[in-house]
């Protein structure tokens, strides 16, 4: 059976985020990504997991060293997603932006 994560879950946690905005930079080891947090090395493990089962991470081997890279299509499809609601957000400040500038008045 195949475990199905959701991308929103996996990225809602704080930790996760941070991994992301890490390996963003460059490709990491998981020791390396570890390195960086007060968690046990489990611990970031299981979310690196959980971050590639997301597809949001994608890892290259090199000798017996594996490196995990930020999967920038993946972003692309969250960023798609969420692109209709900032611009409705962005479009109601505006619009309040506007009612406060002639109350102003």
Same mark, same amino acid.
């Given at each position: 059976?195949?475990?199905?994560?959701?991308?929103?879950q996996?990225i809602?946690d704080?930790?996760?985020r941070?991994?992301?905005?890490?390996?963003?930079?460059?490709?990491?080891?998981?020791?390396?990504?570890?390195?960086?947090?007060?968690?046990?090395?489990?611990?970031i493990? =299981?979310?690196?997991q @959980?971050? $590639?089962?997301? !597809?949001?991470?994608h +890892?290259?081997?090199?000798? &017996?060293?594996?490196?995990?890279?930020?999967?920038?299509q =993946?972003?692309?499809? @969250?960023? $798609?997603?969420? !692109?209709?609601f900032? +611009?409705?957000?962005?479009d &109601?400040?505006?619009?309040?932006?506007s009612?406060?500038?002639?109350?102003?008045?």
């Amino acid at each position: 059976m195949e475990i199905r994560r959701d991308v929103f879950q996996a990225i809602a946690d704080p930790t996760r985020r941070a991994i992301l905005s890490l390996v963003a930079v460059q490709a990491m080891t998981p020791g390396a990504i570890a390195e960086n947090f007060n968690s046990s090395r489990q611990t970031i493990s =299981k979310h690196i997991q @959980i971050l $590639n089962e997301c !597809e949001l991470l994608h +890892q290259t081997q090199n000798g &017996r060293e594996i490196y995990y890279h930020l999967n920038p299509q =993946k972003m692309k499809e @969250i960023d $798609n997603f969420i !692109e209709p609601f900032r +611009q409705m957000w962005d479009d &109601r400040f505006n619009k309040l932006e506007s009612i406060m500038k002639n109350y102003k008045k």
